[in-house]
């Protein structure tokens, strides 16, 4: 039934323009018609749950039946969240605010919160910090996140005013980054993104840790906004493979900066380790989370978290072994789920 249910709640919302580029981008990757295509990304819908995003980002088409099973696909992501994260508790993540007052001491930077705070605590924030981030309470992807200079507002009441009326309503101070990552790309924060599963009485597991790079000239790192991945080791505190971005293309080299990815070396890796780790027994409620983590020169912070963590990062084609096997096997084991 959950398959079905799945397939049935997939069908209802398709976004059938993408759908239909998934099929023409595959089909024109490996040679085979469209019909042949669309038959299989049909059939890996309802036998693996995976999504035609899945399907493309993952290269399905060059599987077998046994990798497939291995992936975290979109269905099988959702069932991760649904085991793990009740619905009740999403809010203690979900809302930003929350997040920064249940992990005080953790995500070291300053913060205002304009539902509650007036023009002038605005404006003593802003002398205190001239470069600082507003951004929505609830958005997703790098949306609506804005870095701004107070010294180059000319009216910072009529800034004000339009943080209220456009929903940017977190006011957060500046995260300086180590030179580790900043040399790698500068215009972004580039976080560290660490999944954790936590099974209740146990401690937290690391099931995936990559860098997740800003590209094209923009302030965040988000893949969704045009960001890259690349997997980090975090024993040896170094990119451990190439970069790749939702469009399936493969960086050896930055290319905004011409820096090496894999080998790179990272500050403070373990250390984001053990933060997130401490993170997650702090919040009990929910098993499943994708942590946002910064480095600056004196150690990791946490940005954000999140009870839905995206899988669309998890298994492109480089990040992977030759054997190409996903990562569900290791979540699996993580979550003591029977496979």
């Known amino acids: 039934m959950g398959k079905l249910q ?14 239909k580029s998934a099929v023409s981008v595959v089909s024109k990757r490996c040679g085979r018609s469209k019909f042949v295509i669309l038959c299989d990304m049909l059939g890996c819908a309802v036998k693996y749950r995976a999504g035609y995003t899945d399907y493309r980002l993952f290269e399905f088409e060059s599987l077998t039946p046994a990798q497939r099973a291995t992936y975290v696909t979109r269905g099988k992501n959702n069932e991760y969240v649904r085991r793990l994260n009740p619905p009740q508790y999403w809010n203690l993540l979900s809302d930003k605010t929350e997040f920064l007052r249940r992990f005080d001491g953790l995500h070291g930077r ?3 919160d304009l539902r509650q705070a007036g023009f002038e605590e605005f404006e003593a924030f802003c002398q205190r910090n001239p470069l600082f981030v ?25 800034r004000y005013d339009e943080c209220i009326q456009n929903g940017q309503l977190l006011v957060e101070q500046y995260v300086v980054q180590h030179e580790d990552y900043a040399r790698i790309y500068p215009l972004s924060v580039n976080t560290l993104r660490l999944v954790t599963i936590t099974r209740p009485g146990g401690q937290p597991a690391i099931v995936f840790s990559c860098i997740r790079l800003g590209n094209n000239g923009r ?3 988000n893949l969704n906004s045009g960001g890259m991945a690349a997997i980090v ?20 080299e930055h290319p905004f900066t011409g820096v090496t990815l894999k080998g790179a070396p990272l500050a403070f890796t373990r250390e984001a380790a053990q933060l997130v780790k401490e993170a997650a027994l702090r ?47 290791r979540f699996d084991a993580a979550a003591g789920f029977h496979a």
Request: charged fraction near 20%; aromatic fraction near 8%; include cysteine.
């Open 6 to 19: 799945y397939l049935i709640r997939r069908a209802a919302n398709m976004d059938l323009s993408g759908f």
């Open 110 to 112: 300053l913060w205002l």
């Open 134 to 158: 507003v951004k929505p309470l609830d958005g997703t992807c790098g949306r609506g996140i804005e870095l701004l200079d107070a010294s180059e507002i000319p009216d910072l009441h009529a």
């Open 219 to 221: 302030r965040v790192d």
């Open 233 to 252: 080791d975090l024993e040896k505190g170094c990119i451990s493979t190439p970069g790749a971005d939702k469009d399936g293309l493969l960086y050896s």
């Open 283 to 329: 919040i009990p409620e929910l098993g499943y989370v994708g942590w946002d983590v910064a480095v600056t020169p004196n150690g990791p912070i946490l940005i954000e978290a999140n009870h839905f963590p995206g899988n669309d990062i998890y298994q492109f084609r480089v990040h992977l072994g030759p054997d190409r096997i996903g990562l569900a096997p």
